[in-house]
């Protein structure tokens, strides 16, 4: 009951961008799996970018939520300070996958790239997974 509640109080672009995230990371983890040596890595690549990505999207939809009902002054530090939050978190997860070879450098990429591909599917994912989840549309 929780999670039908939440999906339904939740932004819904903020929905498209999870599922897209979820989507492409499911895809690059199959394909991956099918062609690298070291899977246990991979996979803890993966899922550490999609962690990141999926974060990053929570970051923002709260920043802008905050930051909208501020001043223009205010809101612009505000955007500012936690845009550039999200890089060092991204850059350390990103050095983390160069430093450790238990985690996979491509692996991660693929992760945090995920949600450059989630906001281009975002039409798709709008239409096929979210609104059906919400029970909207056709």
């Known amino acids: 009951m929780k999670r039908i509640k939440w999906i339904r109080e939740t932004n819904e672009t903020l929905l498209d961008l999870i599922f897209g995230c979820l989507i492409w990371s499911t895809l690059a ?8 040596s070291d899977r246990l890595s ?3 690549g993966i899922v550490l970018g999609t962690v990141v990505a999926v974060g990053m999207s929570i970051s923002m939809e709260k920043g802008l939520e905050k930051c909208l009902h501020m001043s223009r002054v205010k809101g612009q530090w505000g955007m500012t300070v936690r845009s550039i939050f999200r890089w060092l978190i991204m850059l350390a997860v990103v050095w983390a996958g160069l430093r450790f070879d238990a985690i996979s450098f491509p692996g991660v990429l693929l992760g945090i790239i995920g949600l450059k591909i989630a906001a281009l ?18």
């Open 29 to 36: 983890e199959i394909i991956g799996l099918l062609i690298v």
């Open 42 to 44: 991979y996979t803890i």
């Open 121 to 138: 599917l975002h039409m798709y994912t709008n239409t096929y997974v979210t609104k059906k989840l919400r029970k909207e549309g056709r």
